[in-house]
Protein backbone atom coordinates (compact mmCIF):
# COMPACT_ATOMS: atom_id res chain seq x y z
CA UNK A 1 0.00 0.00 0.00
CA UNK A 2 1.70 3.41 -0.94
CA UNK A 3 1.43 6.34 0.94
CA UNK A 4 -0.01 9.39 0.01
CA UNK A 5 2.03 12.47 0.49
CA UNK A 6 0.91 14.82 3.58
CA UNK A 7 -0.04 17.78 0.98
CA UNK A 8 -0.86 18.36 -2.14
CA UNK A 9 1.63 18.60 -4.96
CA UNK A 10 1.69 20.40 -7.96
CA UNK A 11 1.05 18.55 -11.32
CA UNK A 12 4.44 18.99 -12.48
CA UNK A 13 5.92 17.75 -9.08
CA UNK A 14 7.25 14.02 -8.42
CA UNK A 15 4.89 11.68 -7.77
CA UNK A 16 5.93 8.34 -5.92
CA UNK A 17 3.42 6.69 -6.90
CA UNK A 18 3.88 6.92 -10.98
CA UNK A 19 8.07 6.09 -9.97
CA UNK A 20 10.19 4.69 -13.35
CA UNK A 21 11.02 1.91 -10.59
CA UNK A 22 14.10 0.59 -8.85
CA UNK A 23 16.75 -1.28 -11.01
CA UNK A 24 15.60 -4.42 -9.06
CA UNK A 25 11.84 -4.37 -8.66
CA UNK A 26 10.86 -4.64 -5.06
CA UNK A 27 7.07 -4.72 -3.29
CA UNK A 28 6.27 -1.62 -1.64
CA UNK A 29 7.05 -0.66 1.45
CA UNK A 30 3.89 -0.37 4.05
CA UNK A 31 4.46 2.88 5.87
CA UNK A 32 6.58 5.02 3.48
CA UNK A 33 6.56 6.02 -0.06
CA UNK A 34 9.47 5.29 -2.77
CA UNK A 35 10.86 8.52 -2.15
CA UNK A 36 11.11 8.41 1.59
CA UNK A 37 12.15 4.88 1.33
CA UNK A 38 15.02 6.11 -0.51
CA UNK A 39 16.18 9.11 2.19
CA UNK A 40 16.26 6.52 5.20
CA UNK A 41 18.87 3.88 2.69
CA UNK A 42 20.71 7.01 1.94
CA UNK A 43 21.27 7.91 5.55
CA UNK A 44 22.01 4.76 6.82
CA UNK A 45 24.96 4.15 3.81
CA UNK A 46 28.31 3.91 4.77
CA UNK A 47 29.05 6.40 2.30
CA UNK A 48 26.89 8.95 3.88
CA UNK A 49 28.52 8.70 7.39
CA UNK A 50 32.15 9.23 5.75
CA UNK A 51 30.84 12.64 4.87
CA UNK A 52 31.68 13.93 8.07
CA UNK A 53 35.11 13.78 7.65
CA UNK A 54 35.27 14.95 4.02
CA UNK A 55 36.67 18.57 3.38
CA UNK A 56 34.80 21.09 1.01
CA UNK A 57 37.52 24.19 1.18
CA UNK A 58 39.80 23.34 4.03
CA UNK A 59 41.41 20.15 5.61
CA UNK A 60 39.58 18.13 7.97
CA UNK A 61 42.11 18.69 10.68
CA UNK A 62 42.32 22.62 9.76
CA UNK A 63 39.58 23.31 12.36
CA UNK A 64 36.16 21.91 13.87
CA UNK A 65 34.04 24.56 12.67
CA UNK A 66 34.81 24.87 9.26
CA UNK A 67 32.47 23.18 6.79
CA UNK A 68 32.26 19.59 6.03
CA UNK A 69 30.97 17.65 3.45
CA UNK A 70 27.92 15.98 5.41
CA UNK A 71 27.03 19.76 7.17
CA UNK A 72 27.44 20.92 4.11
CA UNK A 73 24.90 18.20 2.49
CA UNK A 74 22.35 19.25 5.25
CA UNK A 75 22.86 23.32 4.61
CA UNK A 76 21.66 22.46 0.56
CA UNK A 77 19.02 20.11 2.20
CA UNK A 78 17.71 22.94 3.91
CA UNK A 79 17.77 25.13 1.35
CA UNK A 80 16.20 22.68 -1.35
CA UNK A 81 13.13 21.51 1.32
CA UNK A 82 12.52 25.28 1.60
CA UNK A 83 12.57 25.92 -1.95
CA UNK A 84 10.32 22.84 -2.73
CA UNK A 85 7.75 23.27 -0.08
CA UNK A 86 7.33 27.00 -2.02
CA UNK A 87 6.76 25.40 -5.08
CA UNK A 88 4.67 22.20 -4.07
CA UNK A 89 7.49 19.84 -5.00
CA UNK A 90 8.00 16.44 -3.49
CA UNK A 91 10.08 17.53 -0.42
CA UNK A 92 11.07 13.70 0.14
CA UNK A 93 12.57 13.30 -3.17
CA UNK A 94 14.51 16.51 -2.81
CA UNK A 95 15.83 15.26 0.90
CA UNK A 96 17.03 11.78 -0.76
CA UNK A 97 18.90 13.80 -3.72
CA UNK A 98 19.96 16.51 -1.86
CA UNK A 99 21.74 13.99 1.09
CA UNK A 100 23.19 11.44 -1.91
CA UNK A 101 24.69 14.51 -4.01
CA UNK A 102 27.94 14.07 -2.61
CA UNK A 103 28.31 10.20 -1.70
CA UNK A 104 31.21 9.74 -4.03
CA UNK A 105 33.21 12.96 -3.61
CA UNK A 106 36.81 12.15 -2.82
CA UNK A 107 38.65 13.09 -0.19
CA UNK A 108 40.30 16.71 -0.22
CA UNK A 109 37.45 18.14 -2.06
CA UNK A 110 37.71 19.53 -5.57
CA UNK A 111 41.44 19.13 -5.61
CA UNK A 112 40.79 15.44 -4.66
CA UNK A 113 38.79 15.27 -6.98
CA UNK A 114 41.28 16.73 -9.51
CA UNK A 115 43.61 14.40 -8.86
CA UNK A 116 42.11 11.65 -9.06
CA UNK A 117 40.69 12.67 -12.52
CA UNK A 118 44.10 13.26 -13.75
CA UNK A 119 44.98 9.50 -12.70
CA UNK A 120 42.11 8.29 -14.02
CA UNK A 121 42.76 9.80 -17.75
CA UNK A 122 43.70 6.82 -19.24
CA UNK A 123 41.15 4.47 -17.73
CA UNK A 124 37.50 6.56 -18.14
CA UNK A 125 38.35 9.84 -16.02
CA UNK A 126 36.53 10.41 -12.40
CA UNK A 127 33.51 12.60 -12.01
CA UNK A 128 32.54 12.75 -8.22
CA UNK A 129 28.70 12.61 -9.39
CA UNK A 130 29.57 9.85 -11.62
CA UNK A 131 30.78 7.87 -8.45
CA UNK A 132 28.04 8.92 -6.51
CA UNK A 133 25.49 7.20 -8.74
CA UNK A 134 28.12 3.94 -8.92
CA UNK A 135 27.77 4.17 -4.92
CA UNK A 136 24.08 3.65 -4.54
CA UNK A 137 24.06 1.45 -8.08
CA UNK A 138 26.98 -0.81 -6.41
CA UNK A 139 29.23 0.01 -4.10
CA UNK A 140 27.33 -0.16 -0.80
CA UNK A 141 26.50 -3.61 0.07
CA UNK A 142 24.21 -3.37 2.77
CA UNK A 143 21.23 -5.95 1.12
CA UNK A 144 20.81 -8.95 0.52
CA UNK A 145 18.88 -9.18 -2.84
CA UNK A 146 20.74 -6.59 -4.42
CA UNK A 147 24.43 -4.21 -4.67
CA UNK A 148 23.75 -0.85 -4.10
CA UNK A 149 20.81 0.76 -2.10
CA UNK A 150 18.43 0.06 -5.63
CA UNK A 151 17.39 3.56 -5.38
CA UNK A 152 14.48 4.81 -7.58
CA UNK A 153 14.73 6.49 -11.06
CA UNK A 154 13.91 9.92 -10.05
CA UNK A 155 16.50 10.00 -6.96
CA UNK A 156 19.09 8.16 -9.23
CA UNK A 157 18.03 10.69 -11.58
CA UNK A 158 19.04 13.97 -9.55
CA UNK A 159 22.02 12.18 -8.27
CA UNK A 160 23.55 12.18 -11.87
CA UNK A 161 24.12 16.34 -12.34
CA UNK A 162 25.71 16.25 -15.56
CA UNK A 163 27.55 12.89 -17.84
CA UNK A 164 29.55 12.92 -21.23
CA UNK A 165 27.97 11.38 -24.24
CA UNK A 166 30.00 8.62 -24.34
CA UNK A 167 29.04 7.54 -20.25
CA UNK A 168 25.58 7.91 -20.54
CA UNK A 169 25.23 5.52 -23.48
CA UNK A 170 26.58 3.05 -20.34
CA UNK A 171 24.14 3.74 -17.96
CA UNK A 172 20.98 2.92 -19.39
CA UNK A 173 17.52 5.17 -18.76
CA UNK A 174 19.18 7.16 -16.43
CA UNK A 175 21.41 8.54 -19.06
CA UNK A 176 19.39 8.89 -21.77
CA UNK A 177 18.63 12.47 -20.95
CA UNK A 178 22.62 13.30 -21.47
CA UNK A 179 21.81 11.94 -25.31
CA UNK A 180 18.29 13.44 -25.77
CA UNK A 181 19.63 16.95 -24.34
CA UNK A 182 16.09 16.99 -22.26
CA UNK A 183 15.95 18.11 -18.55
CA UNK A 184 15.57 16.57 -15.39
CA UNK A 185 12.15 16.61 -13.06
CA UNK A 186 12.71 20.00 -10.90
CA UNK A 187 13.27 18.18 -8.03
CA UNK A 188 16.75 17.54 -9.81
CA UNK A 189 16.92 20.88 -11.21
CA UNK A 190 16.13 22.22 -7.21
CA UNK A 191 18.95 20.30 -5.76
CA UNK A 192 21.74 21.35 -8.42
CA UNK A 193 21.05 24.92 -7.69
CA UNK A 194 20.37 24.65 -3.60
CA UNK A 195 24.31 23.24 -3.93
CA UNK A 196 25.31 26.00 -5.36
CA UNK A 197 23.67 28.65 -3.21
CA UNK A 198 24.83 26.45 0.08
CA UNK A 199 28.04 26.46 -1.19
CA UNK A 200 28.66 30.09 -2.17
CA UNK A 201 27.61 31.06 1.08
CA UNK A 202 29.26 28.97 3.16
CA UNK A 203 32.65 29.43 1.37
CA UNK A 204 32.11 33.31 2.48
CA UNK A 205 31.56 32.39 5.88
CA UNK A 206 34.27 29.70 6.10
CA UNK A 207 36.86 32.19 4.23
CA UNK A 208 36.40 35.28 6.99
CA UNK A 209 36.30 32.79 9.83
CA UNK A 210 40.20 31.23 8.60
CA UNK A 211 41.19 34.85 8.23
CA UNK A 212 41.52 34.70 3.89
CA UNK A 213 39.01 36.77 2.99
CA UNK A 214 38.06 40.46 4.46
CA UNK A 215 34.98 42.39 4.94
CA UNK A 216 36.76 44.98 2.35
CA UNK A 217 37.35 42.73 -0.19
CA UNK A 218 33.76 41.67 0.01
CA UNK A 219 32.49 44.93 0.30
CA UNK A 220 33.33 44.85 -3.56
CA UNK A 221 31.22 42.20 -4.56
CA UNK A 222 27.52 43.81 -5.50
CA UNK A 223 25.66 41.57 -3.63
CA UNK A 224 27.44 40.70 -0.09
CA UNK A 225 28.26 45.07 -0.36
CA UNK A 226 25.07 45.66 -0.34
CA UNK A 227 23.77 43.44 2.33
CA UNK A 228 26.52 44.37 4.23
CA UNK A 229 25.50 48.07 3.88
CA UNK A 230 22.22 47.02 5.21
CA UNK A 231 22.76 45.03 7.86
CA UNK A 232 24.83 48.14 9.41
CA UNK A 233 22.50 50.30 8.60
CA UNK A 234 19.41 48.74 10.57
CA UNK A 235 22.09 47.66 13.43
CA UNK A 236 24.36 50.50 14.40
CA UNK A 237 27.43 48.97 16.02
CA UNK A 238 26.77 45.42 15.53
CA UNK A 239 30.10 43.12 16.24
CA UNK A 240 31.84 41.58 13.57
CA UNK A 241 30.88 38.35 13.98
CA UNK A 242 26.88 39.07 13.91
CA UNK A 243 27.46 41.29 11.08
CA UNK A 244 28.92 38.51 8.98
CA UNK A 245 26.05 35.48 9.89
CA UNK A 246 23.81 38.14 9.37
CA UNK A 247 24.56 38.94 5.96
CA UNK A 248 25.38 35.23 5.20
CA UNK A 249 21.89 34.55 6.48
CA UNK A 250 20.63 37.55 4.27
CA UNK A 251 22.41 36.39 1.15
CA UNK A 252 20.67 32.82 1.56
CA UNK A 253 17.47 34.26 1.60
CA UNK A 254 17.46 36.67 -0.69
CA UNK A 255 19.21 33.98 -3.21
CA UNK A 256 16.57 31.35 -2.42
CA UNK A 257 13.70 34.05 -2.77
CA UNK A 258 14.49 35.03 -6.07
CA UNK A 259 14.30 31.40 -6.95
CA UNK A 260 11.35 30.81 -5.75
CA UNK A 261 10.07 33.98 -7.49
CA UNK A 262 11.54 33.25 -10.81
CA UNK A 263 10.57 29.83 -10.92
CA UNK A 264 7.21 30.84 -10.35
CA UNK A 265 6.33 33.03 -13.20
CA UNK A 266 8.31 30.21 -15.45
CA UNK A 267 6.01 27.74 -14.68
CA UNK A 268 2.96 30.08 -14.84
CA UNK A 269 4.35 30.84 -18.35
CA UNK A 270 4.83 27.41 -19.37
CA UNK A 271 2.31 25.47 -17.45
CA UNK A 272 4.09 21.99 -17.53
CA UNK A 273 1.12 19.21 -17.59
CA UNK A 274 3.54 16.99 -15.39
CA UNK A 275 7.37 15.87 -14.93
CA UNK A 276 7.54 14.50 -18.29
CA UNK A 277 6.81 18.12 -19.82
CA UNK A 278 9.12 19.34 -17.19
CA UNK A 279 11.83 17.33 -18.52
CA UNK A 280 10.97 18.12 -22.67
CA UNK A 281 11.41 21.72 -22.07
CA UNK A 282 14.15 23.22 -23.61
CA UNK A 283 15.81 25.22 -20.63
CA UNK A 284 15.67 24.40 -16.77
CA UNK A 285 12.55 25.73 -15.29
CA UNK A 286 13.88 26.52 -12.03
CA UNK A 287 16.14 29.19 -12.22
CA UNK A 288 17.89 32.66 -11.02
CA UNK A 289 16.74 35.53 -12.40
CA UNK A 290 19.33 37.03 -14.77
CA UNK A 291 19.73 39.91 -12.39
CA UNK A 292 21.12 37.09 -9.46
CA UNK A 293 22.52 34.92 -11.98
CA UNK A 294 24.85 37.66 -12.63
CA UNK A 295 25.40 38.98 -9.21
CA UNK A 296 25.94 35.07 -8.38
CA UNK A 297 28.31 34.84 -10.81
CA UNK A 298 29.83 37.34 -9.41
CA UNK A 299 30.59 35.95 -6.50
CA UNK A 300 31.90 32.72 -7.53
CA UNK A 301 34.86 34.03 -9.54
CA UNK A 302 35.60 36.27 -6.52
CA UNK A 303 35.71 33.34 -4.45
CA UNK A 304 37.52 31.55 -7.01
CA UNK A 305 40.32 34.44 -6.72
CA UNK A 306 40.43 35.33 -3.58
CA UNK A 307 39.98 31.87 -1.71
CA UNK A 308 40.18 29.00 -3.73
CA UNK A 309 43.58 30.12 -5.28
CA UNK A 310 45.04 31.65 -1.92
CA UNK A 311 47.94 30.56 -1.06
CA UNK A 312 47.25 28.72 2.06
CA UNK A 313 44.31 27.03 0.33
CA UNK A 314 46.42 26.31 -2.72
CA UNK A 315 49.31 24.91 -0.62
CA UNK A 316 46.91 22.54 1.22
CA UNK A 317 45.52 21.55 -2.30
CA UNK A 318 48.78 20.79 -3.93
CA UNK A 319 49.66 18.29 -0.65
CA UNK A 320 46.22 16.80 -1.02
CA UNK A 321 46.52 15.93 -5.17
CA UNK A 322 50.23 14.42 -4.24
CA UNK A 323 48.80 12.51 -1.44
CA UNK A 324 46.30 11.19 -3.91
CA UNK A 325 48.82 10.86 -6.51
CA UNK A 326 51.37 8.83 -4.66
CA UNK A 327 48.09 6.21 -3.01
CA UNK A 328 46.85 6.05 -6.80
CA UNK A 329 50.26 4.74 -8.17
CA UNK A 330 51.08 2.22 -5.09
CA UNK A 331 47.79 0.67 -5.51
CA UNK A 332 47.67 0.47 -9.05
CA UNK A 333 51.01 -1.03 -8.91
CA UNK A 334 50.18 -3.69 -6.56
CA UNK A 335 46.49 -4.27 -5.69
CA UNK A 336 46.71 -6.31 -2.40
CA UNK A 337 48.79 -3.21 -0.60
CA UNK A 338 45.03 -2.58 -0.35
CA UNK A 339 42.80 -3.80 2.39
CA UNK A 340 41.30 -7.30 1.42
CA UNK A 341 37.91 -6.41 0.57
CA UNK A 342 38.87 -3.38 -1.56
CA UNK A 343 42.06 -5.73 -2.93
CA UNK A 344 39.47 -8.67 -3.98
CA UNK A 345 37.33 -5.87 -5.50
CA UNK A 346 39.55 -4.40 -7.66
CA UNK A 347 41.02 -8.17 -8.90
CA UNK A 348 37.56 -8.55 -10.33
CA UNK A 349 37.45 -5.50 -12.25
CA UNK A 350 40.65 -6.32 -13.34
CA UNK A 351 39.70 -9.86 -14.79
CA UNK A 352 36.71 -8.48 -16.28
CA UNK A 353 38.45 -5.03 -17.92
CA UNK A 354 41.98 -5.02 -17.63
CA UNK A 355 43.84 -2.13 -16.58
CA UNK A 356 40.69 -0.09 -16.54
CA UNK A 357 39.45 -2.37 -14.29
CA UNK A 358 42.04 -2.32 -11.81
CA UNK A 359 42.03 1.40 -11.44
CA UNK A 360 38.66 1.96 -11.25
CA UNK A 361 38.87 -0.58 -8.03
CA UNK A 362 41.59 1.65 -7.18
CA UNK A 363 39.68 4.60 -7.68
CA UNK A 364 36.26 3.19 -5.81
CA UNK A 365 38.75 2.82 -2.87
CA UNK A 366 40.51 6.21 -2.49
CA UNK A 367 36.96 8.29 -3.55
CA UNK A 368 35.66 6.57 -0.45
CA UNK A 369 38.02 7.74 2.08
CA UNK A 370 37.81 10.46 4.49
CA UNK A 371 40.50 12.99 4.43
CA UNK A 372 42.07 11.86 8.00
CA UNK A 373 41.97 8.11 6.41
CA UNK A 374 44.09 9.19 3.15
CA UNK A 375 46.19 10.65 5.41
CA UNK A 376 46.61 8.04 7.69
CA UNK A 377 46.25 5.62 4.61
CA UNK A 378 49.47 7.31 3.20
CA UNK A 379 51.74 7.45 6.28
CA UNK A 380 51.58 3.88 6.80
CA UNK A 381 52.36 3.22 3.24
CA UNK A 382 55.02 5.75 3.07
CA UNK A 383 56.83 6.28 6.43
CA UNK A 384 58.92 3.50 7.34
CA UNK A 385 58.37 3.84 11.01
CA UNK A 386 54.73 2.59 10.49
CA UNK A 387 54.99 -1.12 9.39
CA UNK A 388 51.17 -2.16 9.35
Avoid: W
Amino acid sequence: MAIADARPLAPYAADPARSRGRLVPEDEAVYRNAFQRDRDRIIHAAAFRRLEYKTQVFVNHEGDLFRTRLTHTLEVCQIARTIARALDLNEDLTEAVTLAHDLGHTPFGHAGQDALNACMADYGGFEHNLQSLRVVDTLEQRYAAFDGLNLSFETREGILKHCSAARARELGAVGRRFLDRTQPGLEAQLANLADEVAYNSHDVDDGLRAGLLTLEELEGVELLGRLFADVRASHPGISRRRLIYETVRRMIAEQVGDIIETTRTALGETAPADIDAVRTHGVPLLRFSDAMQRQHRELKQFLFRALYRHYRVYRMAEKAKRTVRQLFETFMDDPDLMPPQHSSHTHRLAAEAGDAGRARGVADYIAGMTDRFAIEEHERLFNPRHLT
